[in-house]
């Protein structure tokens, strides 16, 4: 069992910046590729951003990429979620989830329902 929980969001202006933390608990952190997911009002959840267990892959949505940045320190079971350039369409909240998926398939690690683990989420609005 690994728990998460999410921090760092809030109220920023367009052009902003702001940084995720996900701190993680129970089994061993370093096992898991670690996911950013958001779910904006009225839409479905959609991929953000994961990274493999190693943090040696990462992987973007094209909506994100250039002005996202995640990384992890499994030293601290954390991943981050660096957030640059902020846009209003970025508001949303955000999930941090885990998987033991160990491959390097994109199309898997991007995927909702590859991620066993979820936190509760945290808001992030980003004002015109």
């Known amino acids: 069992q690994v728990q998460l929980v999410e921090s760092g969001g809030g109220l920023v202006q367009a052009g902003g910046s702001l940084r995720l933390s996900c701190a993680a608990s129970?089994?061993?952190?370093?096992?898991?590729?670690m996911g950013w997911f958001r779910q904006a009002p009225g839409k479905e959840r959609e991929f953000v951003a994961a990274?493999?267990?190693?943090?040696?892959?990462?992987y973007y949505a094209n909506s994100v990429k250039g002005r996202f940045t995640i990384s992890r320190d499994n030293a601290k079971n954390t991943v981050y979620l660096q957030m640059n350039s902020l846009k209003p369409e970025d508001t949303a909240v955000y999930y941090c989830?885990?998987?033991?998926?160990?491959?390097?398939?994109?199309?898997?690690?991007?995927?909702?329902?590859?991620?066993?683990?979820w936190g509760q989420g945290t808001q992030v609005t980003v004002s015109s």
């Open positions: 989830a885990a998987t033991d998926y160990s491959g390097s398939s994109p199309s898997t690690i991007t995927t909702q329902t590859s991620y066993r683990y």
């Open positions: 990274i493999s267990w190693s943090g040696g892959s990462t």
């Open positions: 129970g089994r061993t952190f370093s096992r898991y590729a």
